[in-house]
């Protein structure tokens, strides 16, 4: 798997934990929207896309299968997310 392109949106609130939002292209032929940087007590991490079910719990929607694939999509989320907070 190829990760061809990482789009990230700085989110602009403030006292709000999510501070970005961000779209991956992977081999160029399929996307993923809605990937969340959140800011926690231990610094910056990913939240995949997910909804809310009946019973008040999240579920995400899309996610890596393994740990080598999630922390290829978190590197390049992070990277792309610090690259866009250098321009503002």
């Known amino acids: 798997m190829k990760i061809s392109d ?3 949106r700085i989110v602009q ?11 991956i292209t ?4 399929f996307v993923i ?15 995949m896309p997910s909804r809310k079910t009946n019973d008040g ?3 995400d929607i899309a996610h890596p299968i393994n740990t ?3 922390q ?7 990277e792309a997310f610090k690259n866009e907070l250098a321009k503002v």
């Open 6 to 8: 990482v789009r990230v």
């Open 13 to 23: 609130k403030e006292d709000i934990k999510l501070k970005a939002v961000a779209s």
């Open 26 to 29: 992977i081999d160029d032929c």
């Open 33 to 47: 929207h809605d990937i969340k940087v959140i800011e926690g007590n231990e610094g910056y991490f990913v939240a």
């Open 57 to 59: 719990e999240y579920k």
């Open 68 to 70: 080598e694939t999630r």
């Open 72 to 78: 290829t999509v978190i590197d390049a989320v992070l």
